[in-house]
């Protein structure tokens, strides 16, 4: 069974930056593609940054490109999302998955969830 736990989320004004990490159990880390997603309230759970095995290929939703970067470390079986630049539009609960398949890509099936972690931006 695989765990994914998220943490660095808050409260940050507009214009600042925040960097979520993802830890996660299990052998098998580096075999798959990691992603991060966000839900706001009332909204659909949205795609939002996704790294496939060994970092060669990186995805973006069109509305955080240029903003956030996502990364990984193997050795330490996590992902990150660094945020910079944040907006009001940005607030919402972020959560860390893991693909099915090695690509992350936005397309793939994400078969495994973090609980999620806050983040809230203010004016």
């Known amino acids: 069974q695989v765990q994914l736990v998220e943490s660095g989320g808050g409260l940050v004004q507009a214009g600042g930056s925040l960097r979520l990490s993802c830890a996660s159990s299990?052998?098998?880390?580096?075999?798959?593609?990691m992603g991060w997603f966000r839900q706001a309230p009332g909204k659909e759970r949205e795609f939002v940054a996704g790294?496939?095995?060994?970092?060669?290929?990186?995805y973006y939703a069109d509305s955080v490109k240029g903003r956030f970067t996502i990364s990984r470390d193997n050795a330490k079986n996590t992902v990150y999302l660094q945020m910079n630049s944040l907006k009001l539009e940005d607030t919402a609960t972020y959560y860390c998955?893991?693909?099915?398949?090695?690509?992350?890509?936005?397309?793939?099936?994400?078969?495994?969830w973090g609980q999620g972690t806050q983040v809230t931006v203010s004016s």
């Open positions: 998955a893991r693909s099915d398949d090695l690509s992350g890509a936005p397309t793939s099936s994400w078969r495994y």
């Open positions: 299990g052998r098998a880390f580096s075999f798959y593609g």
């Open positions: 790294i496939s095995r060994l970092a060669m290929s990186t």
